[in-house]
């Protein structure tokens, strides 16, 4: 079992930058790719970035490319995702989780969830 709970989310405006946190507890964090999702009212969830074990692969969507980067800290327990140049269309619930294998972009692909954190951009 992985525990995972993000943090970080808040009210902002278009243009400004937040940092997500999503911090794990349970089985070897470095064992596991964690990806960040999000979804907005009324939709489904979405893929927004995720990173390899290591950290040495990341992979993101074409909407927050060159805009979010997600980064993690072994030692740490925790994974981040730089949120910069924000858009209103970043509005959603922001959600980690924890993949055993390699890093996905598939909901399904997903072991383990926490409970997200919502992002509210305002223009």
């Known amino acids: 079992q992985v525990q995972l709970v993000e943090s970080g989310g808040g009210l902002v405006q278009a243009g400004d930058s937040l940092r997500l946190s999503c911090a794990a507890s349970g089985r070897t964090f470095s064992n596991y790719a964690i990806g960040w999702f999000r979804q907005a009212p009324g939709k489904e969830r979405e893929f927004v970035a995720t990173?390899?074990?290591?950290?040495?692969?990341?992979y993101y969507a074409d909407s927050v490319k060159g805009r979010f980067t997600i980064s993690r800290d072994n030692a740490k327990n925790t994974v981040y995702l730089q949120m910069n140049s924000l858009k209103p269309q970043d509005t959603a619930v922001y959600y980690c989780?924890?993949?055993?294998?390699?890093?996905?972009?598939?909901?399904?692909?997903?072991?383990?969830w926490g409970q997200g954190t919502q992002v509210t951009v305002s223009s």
């Open positions: 990173i390899s074990r290591r950290g040495g692969g990341t």
């Open positions: 989780a924890a993949n055993f294998n390699s890093p996905q972009s598939v909901v399904s692909s997903y072991d383990y």
